[in-house]
């Protein structure tokens, strides 16, 4: 069964901490992405990636980083957490192109960050 | 603002109701897809719809997309508890490749 995998499900960090949220998928896809998902806000795209080494910033990068070192791998860095932060964290990826298939997302299941 | 605006934000049924998501835009989708996220899950694409006025079925799950494409609908026949979830619109508007995302419906069915 093809995924998207999140390492942490859970995290709890202080304010200032440097924060470490990774994403690895087994579909050989082209894209990924990082999302966060708040109450009435829906998902707001924070960095997303088509390309070992290539990133671009989304609707909401400010006090976010992105690493993508291997195809399969994506990172999703906070250099210094602040407790607007706290929020659930998706990670997804898509294979490229326009073919029927294309641009659909698979998600990970989440990692829900509390930054006290 | 976003550009997809789902109603309504919240709707709880009895189980065999039926029920209709709505997903509007002034904008224009090449095409629209909705996904169900169930608690602790990330979304699930359930259909993606092209080409404006089609109508995609699902088992109990319908789905429509505007023949302007600029609005798409979901509705269920005869709800059953597992339909409960957040249900999400998403596409990527005309000459745009990133996907928006609306703010999803949560959608509670009682046994």
């Known amino acids: 069964d093809v995924k998207v995998t999140q390492s942490s499900r859970y995290l709890v960090k202080r304010t200032g901490e440097k924060v470490f949220l990774e994403c690895v998928q087994d579909?050989?896809?082209?894209?990924m992405f990082w999302y966060r998902q708040d109450p009435g806000l829906g998902l707001r795209l924070i960095y997303f990636?088509?390309?070992?080494?290539?990133?671009e910033k989304g609707d909401i990068p400010e006090g976010y980083s992105v690493s993508r070192e291997k195809k399969e791998r994506f990172s999703l860095i906070l250099e210094s957490a602040s407790t607007n932060q706290t929020s659930m964290y998706l990670c997804?990826?898509?294979?490229?192109?326009?073919?029927?298939?294309?641009?659909?997302?698979?998600f990970g299941a989440g990692s829900r960050l509390t930054v006290l | 603002t976003q550009l997809l605006e789902q109603s309504p934000q919240f709707l709880s049924i009895q189980e065999g109701e039926n029920l209709t998501v709505y997903c509007n835009s002034s904008?224009?989708?090449?095409?629209l897809q909705w996904y169900r996220q169930e608690p602790g899950e990330g979304p699930v694409l359930l259909v993606t719809?092209?080409?404006?006025?089609e109508v995609k079925k699902l088992k109990r799950l319908t789905f429509q997309f505007g023949d302007a494409r600029k609005d798409s609908s979901l509705h269920i026949t005869a709800a059953q508890p597992g339909d409960t979830g957040l249900y999400l619109c998403a596409g990527p508007p005309i000459n745009d490749y990133k996907l928006s995302f609306g703010a999803g419906t949560t959608v509670t069915v009682r046994a």
């Open positions: 719809v092209v080409t404006g006025g």
């Open positions: 990636s088509y390309d070992v080494k290539m990133k």
């Open positions: 997804a990826s898509s294979t490229s192109g326009y073919l029927a298939g294309a641009n659909v997302l698979t």
């Open positions: 904008s224009v989708f090449s095409s």
């Open positions: 579909m050989d896809h082209e894209n």
